[in-house]
């Protein structure tokens, strides 16, 4: 079975940084794509960025380009989301997906809060 879990989640102040981490285990060295996804109160999910099992980027949300960086180790399977000056309204429930085989596996997510 596919578990995916994320880390790095907290409370940042405006301006601040964080680094999201998402561990996917139960997988072999097969061809995927990975995507942080995230939902702010009272609105929809949303794509920040996705990357590929060979490390190419599969896309980055406007609102993300400049500010966050989506990268990962293909050996340890871990995919990491670098924030960067972080704004009141990134504040929302952050998500990564593993798709697989026409398969979606997700994390239970990580809280992210900016507020001063």
């Known amino acids: 079975q596919v578990t995916i879990v994320e880390s790095g989640g907290g409370l940042v102040q405006p301006g601040g940084s964080l680094r999201l981490s998402c561990t996917a285990s139960?997988?072999?060295?097969?061809?995927?794509?990975i995507g942080w996804y995230r939902q702010a109160p009272g609105k929809e999910r949303e794509v920040v960025a996705l990357?590929?099992?060979?490390?190419?980027?599969?896309g980055t949300a406007d609102f993300a380009k400049g500010r966050f960086t989506i990268s990962g180790d293909k050996v340890k399977k871990m995919v990491y989301l670098q924030m960067n000056d972080l704004k009141v309204e990134d504040t929302a429930d952050y998500y990564c997906?593993?798709?697989?085989?026409?398969?979606?596996?997700w994390g239970r997510g990580t809280q992210v809060t900016v507020s001063s």
């Open positions: 990357i590929n099992s060979g490390g190419g980027s599969e």
């Open positions: 997906c593993l798709s697989h085989f026409g398969n979606d596996y």
């Open positions: 139960g997988i072999g060295d097969v061809w995927y794509i």
